[in-house]
């Protein structure tokens, strides 16, 4: 089974490291070191950005599985993953600050929240909720693929409504990733 070593994106220094996550049959045709990927990260298993840093072979039963691989073709080459390697032990940087420095602008993932309709209001439904509450409501009934948070978010007031809204099972909160 292979297996790839990858060192998250955005890591504070205490989590600076490679972690190992197992390939799927499909990906490791496909997965080369320097292609970025998305992985679950964590007890939550938050999706989080990584770089394949090596694959190699190993018992990855117990590992969790690469989500997808962003990449068609590497963005680093094997020699720019050395280099890394040396400016984060040379400088006390994080992988994700080393990498960073070597890749075009533009090229990095941006995370954001989509907001989704959980569930319709039912008849009468709608009296549970205040006015902005409802106004948001109508936002998302009108876009039924989500709405980005930010474009659905004023103020303090409309976080406090979506949080709301979410706890009560009206809204479900997705992250994506898209291209800079």
Same mark, same amino acid.
Do not use: H
């Given at each position: ?6 060192? *998250?994106? /955005? ?14 049959? !499909?990906?490791? &045709?496909?997965?080369?070191?320097? $292609? ?7 007890? @939550? %298993? ?10 190699? /072979? @190993?018992?990855? !039963?117990? &590992? ?8 068609? !073709? ?10 890394? !390697?040396?400016?984060? +032990?040379?400088?006390?940087? +994080? ?6 420095? $070597? ?10 929240? =989509? ?13 549970? *909720? ?6 948001? $409501?109508?936002?998302?009934?009108? %876009?039924?693929?989500? =709405? ?9 007031? @409309? ?8 706890? %009560? ?12």
């Amino acid at each position: 089974m292979l297996i790839a070593a990858v060192a *998250l994106s /955005e890591a504070a220094r205490s989590f600076d490291k490679l972690y190992d996550y197992r390939l799927s049959r !499909e990906d490791s &045709l496909k997965a080369v070191p320097g $292609m970025r990927v998305l992985i679950p990260f964590g007890r @939550g %298993n938050k999706m989080q950005s990584a770089w394949i840093i090596r694959i190699f /072979e @190993g018992d990855g !039963e117990k &590992l969790k599985e690469i989500s997808q691989i962003v990449d068609e !073709e590497p963005l680093l080459s094997s020699d720019m993953i050395k280099l890394a !390697e040396w400016i984060r +032990t040379r400088y006390f940087c +994080t992988w994700g600050d080393a990498i960073r420095v $070597m890749i075009p602008a533009g090229v990095n993932l941006r995370r954001q929240k =989509v907001i989704c309709q959980a569930k319709s209001l039912e008849p009468g439904g709608e009296e549970a *909720l205040n006015k902005s509450q409802k106004l948001l $409501m109508d936002k998302l009934i009108n %876009n039924p693929k989500g =709405v980005l948070e930010q474009e659905l978010i004023e103020d303090e007031k @409309g976080q406090k409504d979506l949080l709301f809204l979410q706890k %009560n099972g009206f809204i479900e909160i997705r992250e994506v990733f898209d291209q800079r």
